[in-house]
């Protein structure tokens, strides 16, 4: 079955401080995954897109990396800020199909 | 920036009426989506809409949901009889294309609340 998972499910950080969210997935046959934000109450917001040939995006302070071969991705983010503070979410769309399949997603908390 | 626009924000409805949720895509968009969100859990697939059809709808979106674009700029999804499960936030989404570049502009969603 197609599925993302997430860890952690929740996370607190102080401030300028970095941190890693992980996801790993089993869609099959893979096209793309994206790293989406969402604030509570919001629509998610996308943060990169990365094919299968990609291993490594950037957006600003957010880096997504990608391994293929064992259907891993993180999300790192440096020098958090307050405005960090949301859920992110981890979307893998397969071949084929117009569907995104969405993980479950880390709650960040970032604290001054 | 272009933004998909829904309305209402937040609805309340008894068990069994009909509900409308309504979604603005952005203009030059030909893609359209619903996605929805059940509390603590995960944004779930719905349907997506292409050239006046349905291109894909998953195990969730049965009988008693339709979804219809009646004017070209509308795009509403109709719950004919809601159940208390379906209280969730619900999602509208456009797209450009279906290329991987062309990623999903989502709305701020409508909380459907069934009583």
């Known amino acids: 079955k197609n599925q993302v998972e997430q860890s952690p499910q929740s996370l607190i950080i102080l401030e300028g401080k970095n941190c890693t969210l992980q996801c790993n997935y089993t869609v099959s046959p893979f096209s793309n995954l994206r790293w989406y934000k969402q604030d509570t109450g919001r629509g998610p917001v996308s943060l990169t897109i990365m094919t299968f040939s990609e291993n490594t995006k950037s957006n600003g302070r957010y880096t997504a990396t990608l391994d293929a071969d064992t259907k891993q991705s993180s999300l790192h983010i440096t020098a958090s800020q307050l405005s960090d503070s949301a859920s992110y979410i981890c979307?893998?769309?397969?071949?084929?199909?117009?569907?995104?399949?969405f993980g479950t997603g880390t709650r960040l908390k970032v604290l001054a | 920036e272009p933004e998909v626009t829904q309305t209402p924000s937040h609805q309340v409805t008894q068990m069994g009426q009909e509900v409308i949720l309504r979604c603005v895509p952005i203009?030059?968009?030909?893609?359209f989506y619903w996605y929805r969100q059940i509390l603590g859990q995960k944004v779930e697939f719905l349907v997506s809409?292409?050239?006046?059809?349905?291109?894909?709808k998953s195990e969730i979106f049965d009988d008693q949901f339709s979804v219809e674009r009646p004017d070209g700029s509308n795009f509403t999804l109709k719950i004919r009889s809601t159940k208390l499960e379906d209280s969730a936030m619900y999602f509208c989404?456009?797209?450009?294309?279906?290329?991987?570049?062309?990623?999903?502009?989502f709305g701020s969603g409508t909380r459907l609340t069934v009583v």
């Open positions: 989404a456009s797209s450009e294309g279906q290329e991987v570049d062309y990623g999903y502009t």
């Open positions: 979307v893998v769309q397969s071949s084929g199909t117009y569907k995104y399949i």
């Open positions: 809409f292409y050239n006046n059809e349905i291109s894909e």
């Open positions: 203009s030059n968009h030909l893609y």
